[in-house]
């Protein structure tokens, strides 16, 4: 099914009077869930009322090979009525799960679904070592030991790091040449580029080191004899590396950051992650490349630098989750006649809270695992991460502190990670927060708190929930976190084309019903088929996990 093609804003038009009457009103749960409705509706239609040829001369009913489908005395297909629709049920646990306020969602037609992701990355060239790009990450066995001798040398020289470059001056790393990590670098331009490299600074995203390749133009040879002329003949001075080895070979046998290189991977450098300013202003400049425009000399003899698309997709196929109910004709008969309670469509009530439920804990639990990757590669202080807060600091500072101040105090570190996922991200900052009913009530009791104005028609027992906004940032509390589980998860919910998680419907709801022989009472099955999954680069940039360590109780 998945070559199904709707048109959106048809299905929007059709579907949004119904949403609406459930008391969906955002318009971002719209505009997925009438796109879902449709598809189910064709779905639905299509295993049901297979075969159906129109309307017919209706009569008298027959059995029919088909649920709900009539036949006419002569056996030609009838009406084609529908015995059962799944959709109001697919409907009500779609409208009913909080979590998926969380999350983007892309409904999928078929049970798999291919999303494809576009990079930009300086250079078109391979990654499998023989390809020759100008601007590249090393990653190495020896890794920590190279970024070691790079940091000491960068202090030596006065050389500021930034976030993906330096400034100050240049850098540049002879890979041939064992020196102290201290004097690994030297910021002097050198008069030969044979086996040197530019160190460009670390990579924003892992750490890595980059470096620029020094390129001769127009090299087309390692021989200056016919064809070839002296003009383009390969000259070693004017190239980091020889014409008859790998880029590879060459630095496994060399030293990075005076530290023997290992076995070395190299990887070309995206441009959205780590932006370098010298690519296109031709790597002119004195306290940095690119610190200024390129003058004509340097743009006549040059050639523009090239950014070439890496395309890459992720084939996500749905999981189930189901559920069933059983019945007695005693309870039935009971229940009805001292309640009034039609117990068969509680219990669908009852199945559609279950697998709404189990639908928000998973997306929670996946936005937390994101959050603690990301929160691993985090800067640090004293051991821990920087959006950490423990309230230790009140009892050993010079006093004077209030709960208030401290209530404060984790509002900055909520803000400071948001930042940190709009700088890091590179799509925006932090739009929720999802924390305990202890830390909610803080954050509930300081200035600026805006409690939550949202009243749904729909509400399930045990569900995740929204308390109110600080600032931009909605609260929500999960009422399956223990109150000593001092942590807060904060991220951002992107487009379904953004890195982050999304969730995959395919059919929200599948119902099967039976009368027991057992006990001659009905029975329902209800499951769901559905993916929760992370997609796009660095997905995990999109969330932070702060810990919260409250032993004085001083936040509450």
Request: without cysteine; charged residues 15%; neutral net charge.
């Amino acid at each position: 099914m998945s070559h199904i093609r709707i048109d959106s804003q048809k299905a929007l038009k059709k579907w949004s009077p119904v949403l609406e009457n459930m008391g969906i009103t955002d318009s971002d749960r719209l505009n997925w869930m009438s796109e879902y409705a449709e598809f189910h509706s064709i779905n639905e239609n299509a295993y049901v009322n297979a075969g159906i040829q129109g309307m017919g001369a209706v009569t008298a009913p027959s059995i029919a090979t088909f649920t709900g489908q009539t036949y006419t005395g002569n056996g030609t297909p009838g009406s084609g009525d529908v015995a059962q629709n799944l959709l109001p049920v697919a409907m009500k646990i779609a409208a009913q799960t909080i979590g998926l306020d969380l999350v983007s969602v892309k409904p999928t037609p078929g049970p798999r679904i291919e999303l494809l992701f576009i990079d930009f990355r300086y250079d078109d060239v391979n990654e499998d070592g023989e390809g020759r790009p100008q601007v590249f990450k090393v990653d190495s066995t020896n890794i920590n030991n190279i970024k070691f001798g790079l940091t000491m040398s960068l202090g030596t020289l006065g050389i500021r790091e930034t976030t993906g470059g330096l400034s100050g001056a240049r850098a540049f790393d002879d890979f041939t040449n064992v020196t102290a990590a201290a004097s690994a670098l030297t910021s002097t331009v050198p008069s030969s580029y044979k086996n040197k490299l530019e160190f460009l600074g670390f990579s924003r995203i892992d750490g890595l080191p980059m470096y620029r390749a020094f390129r001769q133009a127009n090299a087309v040879g390692s021989s200056q004899q016919s064809p070839y002329t002296s003009l383009n003949a390969f000259v070693d001075s004017l190239n980091t590396f020889n014409p008859t080895q790998s880029i590879k070979t060459q630095l496994e046998a060399g030293y990075l950051g005076g530290t023997a290189a290992g076995t070395v991977t190299v990887e070309l450098v995206s441009a959205l992650e780590d932006h370098i300013p010298g690519f296109s202003a031709n790597w002119t400049g004195a306290s940095a490349s690119g610190d200024y425009p390129m003058n004509r000399d340097a743009d006549d003899n040059s050639y523009a630098g090239v950014i070439g698309p890496k395309v890459s997709t992720k084939s996500v196929a749905v999981g189930t989750i189901e559920v069933s109910s059983a019945l007695r004709r005693t309870e039935i008969e009971d229940i009805k006649a001292n309640t009034g309670m039609d117990i068969t469509q509680k219990m669908e009530s009852i199945l559609v809270n279950e697998l709404s439920q189990t639908i928000s804990k998973q997306i929670v639990f996946k936005i937390f695992e994101m959050g603690t990757l990301n929160r691993a590669s985090a800067p640090t202080r004293s051991g821990a991460s920087i959006f950490d807060l423990n309230t230790s600091y009140v009892s050993s500072g010079p006093g004077g502190e209030t709960t208030h101040a401290v209530q404060r105090k984790l509002i900055t570190k909520m803000v400071h990670a948001s930042n940190f996922i709009a700088t890091e991200g590179r799509v925006g900052p932090a739009q929720y927060a999802v924390t305990n009913g202890g830390l909610a009530a803080s954050l509930m009791d300081i200035a600026g708190y805006t409690i939550n104005p949202l009243k749904s028609k729909i509400s399930g027992s045990g569900q995740l929930y929204p308390v109110g906004q600080i600032g931009d940032i909605t609260v929500y509390v999960d009422p399956y976190m223990k109150y000593n589980d001092n942590r807060i998860v904060i991220g951002r919910k992107n487009n379904p084309d953004q890195p982050g998680i999304i969730f995959v419907p395919y059919l929200m709801a599948q119902s099967i019903s039976i009368i027991s022989e057992a006990t001659f009472a009905p029975r329902m099955l209800l499951r769901s088929r559905y993916a929760v999954t992370e997609v796009g680069w660095y997905p995990h940039k999109q969330y932070m996990t702060i810990n919260v360590t409250d032993a004085s109780g001083f936040l509450n």
